[in-house]
């Protein structure tokens, strides 16, 4: 009946192993763990934006945005975000981060976990979400 | 059509961060990460009850029991449990006091994946669910 | 209306705690944390195939594959596969491996999202998966 489709950003780097951005069937719409990286450039390996984690951050959450968008929804549709930070230190300031760039939100806010856990070298942070379209 | 809606326990603490302990959506209700924070106190930063693991387990699993009541559903609602621990040594004494707080589960319990990741200090559970309403 | 039910694979290990090995309620169904464990032997307490990556990748994309056909889905269904590994030197291999399973696959291939963890001693991937049956 409804059909399973891969949600692929036009400027997203190629994922590294055989597992799609983002899936959407029916009204589901998962979209997969996003680091900072930038846009793909041919021929360069994917590389995340700025050390910092507030660049690290941004760039993350408009990764997750990216494959929302694609697939026909919004933050305003997300239900859960699943965040991976790699030191409990940076709560605070991702937090800040957070914040500011969800200040605009109209509907409530999707929920949350944020657990600490290794990530490749020179990631600070790891994104992912679930949403549900109207 | 369907609306998306928070969903707040009276008690709970305010998160740190612009997210919703739960979010409904149709019938999907989603449990944000809780921890053994108890109830909220005015002019207090949340803080974990005790210091022990069992105390901890049993007031995560409160927390997350209060979101899905709050949002129309039940433990025999859940399909998804993800448990996220601190240390490999705390397994056995975990699913001892998860087995005792499930005990009386009328209908099959909820799948659950468990790992062992980095907290808060002092922190030594968080638990968040995924519920499908009837 | 939608009954909730447990998805229990005959060779599969009992769960060390009350929890199922999936869950399907409407046209969803959660696959719960698998590992590498081999098909259950009386008497003997769980154990990992093979120490090695590829022997354990292989083995518990196996044991979430017989949960989702248990379920009355396959990995065509799959929304989203969560890989936790231990090792952020596994990444590569790990990945091949997965490309290797999946060659064959149909449909867009699931989101996924892979993250370093601890897990017990002699765990080196733990998957769990999220499936939209048509």
Do not use: C
């Not at 957070?98 to 806010?109: H, I, T």
């Amino acid at each position: 009946m409804s059909e399973k489709t891969a949600v692929t950003p036009a400027g997203h780097t190629t994922p590294p192993a055989k597992f799609s951005h983002g899936v959407r069937k029916g009204n589901l719409l998962q979209v997969a763990g996003q680091v900072a990286f930038g846009p793909a450039v041919e021929g360069r390996a994917p590389a995340p934006v700025g050390p910092g984690l507030r660049e690290q951050t941004i760039q993350t959450l408009r990764n997750v945005q990216a494959v929302l968008e694609e697939g026909g929804a919004t933050w305003e549709d997300a239900m859960m975000v699943r965040v991976y930070l790699t030191d409990t230190s940076h709560f605070a300031e991702f937090n800040a981060v957070y914040d500011e760039f969800f200040a605009d939100l109209r509907q409530p806010p999707s929920a949350r976990t944020t657990v600490y856990v290794g990530l490749p070298a020179g990631l600070l942070v790891e994104i992912d979400a679930l949403a549900v379209l109207d």
